[in-house]
């Protein structure tokens, strides 16, 4: 692939290519809506993701091609003119970190012509937004020779993120597809940025993603909205209790503190946070002890914490858990990424995957109208320069 991707290059830029970077995509295996509230969460970086040919420029032009989105053509902007204009559209992520870096005072002195190829399934909740701001990123330190290290790349994509796109995201989604390990889940303190890679060994059974397909509409603003009431949440507590964040907090402090918390709405946000954020914990410790079943139990109070305490679900999600959780060879299931539509994750004993992807694409389709799609998930590391 890495050969016709070259020769892509070259007709489209009619120079050679001189590099390549891959970032990956990622999935959550628990620890939902946690990374912005202090908690902890478990993902890991996927074997798919997005690749970046590319080779310097003279002047100061980014010249960018992408062949997930052919029609927009090359999209052109200057290194010293860094704007998020909705007609850049995808090219917005690769700027807005460029933005970023140059926000830092990194010196970004040249322009670029880069190709770009994801295989990461479009509007999934994998990440491919993050994916492409690391293999920007990685792309970065190597032609300007940067001194950063990974934790400082992921900060920078996570700025462009927030800050140049307005997606008020919190670290997990850069952190994992910087920082993945092959076979390798990674136990991540959000409120302190300390990690520890947890081997994903699941005894005969494989991560198998189901994707619902459903346009992810109004995602962005209700996982705003969702931010400010785990805040509300937090400084009604802190009237009562110094606490930096809904992370530090036991299920025996919540459950003494929970009456302070004015909005009942606010209060059951707040519930998921810190009761997901014990659950991550607990999951790491069983997985690390061989207790599988006991991971895929906490995998489905996940689900049902994510839809009936902090409403991120919908009928798609539901229904490819429920149907999954009917089929045999099933360790647990769950939604994975910020809800609303995207994906959902089940543990799969490896002789059941066949039906498993039969009997659930069947049962998906005759109550919601449409297909779903499955993938047999492979960590892989995370971003790199291929050469
Ligand atoms: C999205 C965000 C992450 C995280 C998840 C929910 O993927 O980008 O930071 O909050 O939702 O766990």
Redesign the pocket.
Known sequence: MLDVLKSDFKEIFKVNAENIFFAPGRV?LI??????NGGH?FPCALSFGTYAVSRKREDGLVRMYSLNFEDLGIIEFSINDLQNIKQDDWANYPKGVIWAFKEKGYSINHGMDVLVYGNIPNGA?L?SS?SIELVTSVMLKDYFDLDLDMIEMVKLSQMAENKFIG?N?????QFAIGMGKENHAILLDTNNLKYEYVPVSLDGASIVIANTNKRRGLADSK?NERRSECEEALSDIKEHKDINSLGDLTEEEFINLKQYIKRDVCRDRAEHAVLENIRTKKAVEVLKQGKISEFGELMKSSHYSLKDKYEVTGIELDTLVELALEERGVIGSRMT???FGGCTISLVKNENIEDFVKNVGKGYKEKIGYEASFYVASVGDGARKLF
């Open positions: 959550n620890g939902e809506h946690t990374d912005y969460v909740g990440s993050a997606v995201c919190g670290i997990m989604d996982y990424g910020a809800g």
